[in-house]
């Protein structure tokens, strides 16, 4: 799908712009003519990096690096000033990290969701897209918890939004993405140890950071404010996932795997939409929008969804070959 009209001629801004999600987003933007590109971060290391990795890309131009942290407002309010886009990606996000030490993701998930949306609304930002994830469904673990929270203060009326749209898209695992268990494993295979598993049964949605960006354009060109946007993905038991990369990296089958436990706040199972959120989702053929439900006919709402709830226990699981046809066309194992 072509996104020319809502991201050319813009000047976008980056929150959490230096991780996975950012630096594929500067990829999947290369195409296209944005006015400018703001990464906002509070890491100057990965800032540093991030230049020296762009610095002979044509899109480089267009790029500028600012310093800062969204729990601060003034420091936000300084950087939205003539933003047309915000993409909103900073967050702590690290389930058992978070569980640890809640607090400080609330004052980054929380309080620094609402000073984007302060800030947003004060400079008249035209539109912003959250990102968000299926641990905010039914949480168990403070990060879910945090941000579920962050879900409602975007699409909350809390404050007179005027013109801003704000939109959430939410999707599961991120292959490949920094701090996924991909590095993880390559490292132990490489050691020529088995790989971790931390339960046996345990699953999990799967998509590429390419097809996470393509959730995030589609939701800014076709959303009208207030939906939280989620796509449809695959799902697979770790194990398989495990079992595939392995095979792929040292031709064996069955390459041994050790059984951990599971970590702190994880579930075994992840769901993207809720069966009280169904009541509210409109199915699409490649997603679902789940709109407010105020905003909802609820005498019409039985009729709107047939699925009892969306998670990754009760959709599709690919099978360990399908893993491997995917991780090749990936190009994670040449």
Known sequence: MNYSDVLNSKNILITGGTGSFGHQMIKELMPYKPKSITIFSRDEDKQHSMKMELEKEP????????????????????????????????????????????????????????????????????????????????????????????????????????????????????????????????????????????????????LTLSEAIDLVFYSLKHGKGNEIFVKKASAAKITDLALAYAELKTGKKNYPLEFIGIRAGEKIDEILISEEEMRCSIERKDHFVINQEEKVDKLSTKSLISHEYYGSANTKHLTIDELKHMMKKLQWVV
């Open 59 to 206: 899109i480089f131009k267009k790029m500028q690096f600012i310093i800062g942290d969204i729990r601060d407002y003034d420091r936000l309010y300084t950087v939205t000033k003539d933003i047309d886009v915000i993409f909103h990606a900073a967050a702590l996000k690290q389930v058992p990290t978070v569980e640890s030490y809640p607090y400080e993701a609330v004052k980054t998930n929380i309080f620094g969701a609402y000073n984007v949306v302060k800030a947003a609304v004060a400079r008249k930002v035209k539109n912003v897209v959250a990102i968000s994830t299926d641990k905010a469904v039914k949480p168990v673990n403070a990060m879910g918890m945090t941000k579920a929270l962050q879900e409602k203060i975007m699409l909350s009326d809390d404050l007179t939004k005027d013109s801003t749209k704000f939109c959430c898209v939410r999707y599961g695992n991120v292959l490949g993405s920094r701090g996924s268990v991909i590095p993880l494993w390559n490292s132990k295979i490489e050691a020529k140890q088995p790989l971790p598993i931390t339960h046996k049964e345990m699953t999990r949605f799967l």
